[in-house]
């Protein structure tokens, strides 16, 4: 089945920088890729996504990059902010004649000093 | 909409009690997940259905656990008789209908602790 795996698993950053987290995905077959932030507290919540015809989706201080060849997505945060402090999630999804199910990465705890 | 609701919040229960977890999806969802979270092991599907049907319970650890869906705006998870490893906090997500790219929207978990 689908391994995805996420690094960091932590990143401190100082406010105003950018972060990058990573991703990588075992299966070809996967062709949709979002992210999500889980606030302390609270269940994820989609911040963005892209799908395996796109190489880069942009939205306002997010973006992520996708490299289906090497099997990678990233996720760039710039200009970050302390309410940028939180967990994130990447994922993995197949097309639907292989089912609805999401293959999440470990996470990153990203700390955005002020 | 007032978003996927989960209940309880909290469960604290004793090892070998019944512990019975509630989900309500968003309304016109027909997709519904259980995830369970913990730090060794991250979110885990447990299941989820479609149409009120399961679809995929390969994530299910063991039959202690169970978990139905009577109709579309209602969801449980079960787990009898509960262990002091199934402490974790149990999400339940929601999706619209079909489409291979569809959002999955988390509730705000449940958090159980089996002493």
């Known amino acids: 089945g689908e391994n995805v795996e996420q690094h960091p698993s932590t990143l401190s950053v100082q406010e105003g920088d950018s972060a990058v987290i990573k991703c990588t995905y075992s299966?070809?077959?996967?062709?949709?890729f979002p992210w999500y932030k889980q606030e302390l507290g609270k269940g994820p919540q989609l911040i963005i996504d892209?799908?395996?015809?796109?190489g880069e989706k942009k939205d306002q201080r997010i973006a992520v990059t996708l490299n289906k060849t090497a099997k990678h997505f990233s996720l760039h945060i710039t200009e970050t902010q302390p309410e940028d402090s939180a967990v994130y999630f990447c994922?993995?999804?197949?097309?639907?004649?292989?089912?609805?199910?999401?293959?999440f990465g470990a996470g990153t705890i990203l700390r955005v000093k002020s | 909409d007032a978003g996927v609701i989960q209940s309880p919040r909290h469960e604290v229960t004793e090892m070998g009690q019944e512990v019975t977890l509630r989900c309500k999806p968003i309304?016109?969802?027909?997709?519904l997940f259980w995830y369970r979270q913990t730090m060794m092991r991250g979110l885990e599907l447990l299941i989820y259905?479609?149409?009120?049907?399961?679809?995929?319970d390969s994530g299910m650890p063991e039959d202690r656990f169970s978990a139905k869906m009577p109709n579309a705006s209602f969801s449980t998870l079960k787990i009898q008789p509960s262990e002091p490893r199934d402490s974790a906090v149990y999400f339940c997500?929601?999706?619209?209908?079909?489409?291979?790219?569809?959002?999955?929207?988390f509730g705000p978990g449940t958090r159980l602790t089996v002493l």
């Open positions: 997500a929601s999706s619209f209908p079909t489409g291979a790219y569809n959002e999955q929207f």
């Open positions: 299966d070809s077959a996967s062709n949709y």
């Open positions: 892209i799908r395996s015809n796109v």
């Open positions: 994922a993995a999804k197949k097309g639907p004649e292989y089912g609805n199910k999401l293959v």
């Open positions: 309304s016109g969802h027909d997709y």
């Open positions: 259905f479609n149409n009120n049907v399961p679809i995929d």
